[in-house]
């Protein structure tokens, strides 16, 4: 069986926010959660991922292995945006799935003594 926690939706009917599905073994949550300032959403049995936000920054903290973001959608694009320096926001860097390769959508600027090396296969 499962077990639901509902409360008022507002409006005066009655909804579910959040279900222990003992069929599926999962946690169902129905209704967006809130994590305040300085708390911590940690996953892992040893907290090994961290995801904050303190008031003025927000971090997603890896303490085990390696970091993976993967998309699993078929020719699906990773896309890094950022503020535009004008109030609104646009790619810098995407990671093309569908057409195999990275684009850089803004111009790039490096540290004195960094290079760009190519290594020819």
Known sequence: G???FCSDDGSGGITEYLRLDGGLTKTIFSKST?????VTAFFGSSDDLGIYHNGTKSAIEN???NLEI???TN???IIFSNDDGSGGV????????GAGYTTIQ???RFGDG????????
């Open 2 to 4: 499962d077990i639901e």
């Open 34 to 38: 809130r994590h305040n300032d300085f």
């Open 63 to 65: 303490y085990v292995g």
């Open 70 to 72: 993967t998309q699993n």
């Open 75 to 77: 020719d699906g694009d």
């Open 90 to 97: 646009t790619p810098y860097l995407t990671l093309d799935g």
């Open 106 to 108: 803004k111009q790039m």
């Open 114 to 121: 960094v290079l760009i090396t190519h290594r020819l296969i």
